[in-house]
C-alpha cells in the first residue's frame, strides 16, 4: 500500500498514516512519502510494534516503509 503526504501540514500526514495502518494486512507493508522526516510518527510505530526504514529521496522528501513486527 501507498500513502503520498507530500503537501500536507502536521498533523495530516500522520493521521493519514495511522489511518492507513489500520487496514493493513498481516504481511502487507505500508509505503510513505513525507516532505519531512516523520520524528513524531517513529515513536508512535514503535509502541504500536511496527518496524519502519526511511531513506531520503533525490527531491528531499522521504520515503518510510513500515511493517508489523
Do not use: C, W
Not at 4 to 32: C, F, H, K, S, Y
Not at 36 to 49: A, S, V
Not at 53 to 61: A, F, K, R, V, Y
Amino acid at each position: 500500500m501507498m500513502l503520498d503526504n507530500r503537501g500536507l501540514e502536521p498533523p495530516q500526514p500522520m493521521m493519514r498514516t495511522l489511518a492507513a495502518l489500520e487496514n493493513l494486512d498481516e504481511n502487507e507493508e505500508l509505503v510513505i512519502i513525507n516532505d519531512r522526516r516523520p520524528m513524531f510518527l517513529y515513536e508512535e510505530l514503535d509502541e504500536k510494534g511496527y518496524s519502519h526504514s526511511t531513506i531520503e529521496l533525490e527531491d528531499g522528501s522521504f520515503q518510510i516503509t513500515i511493517k508489523k513486527r
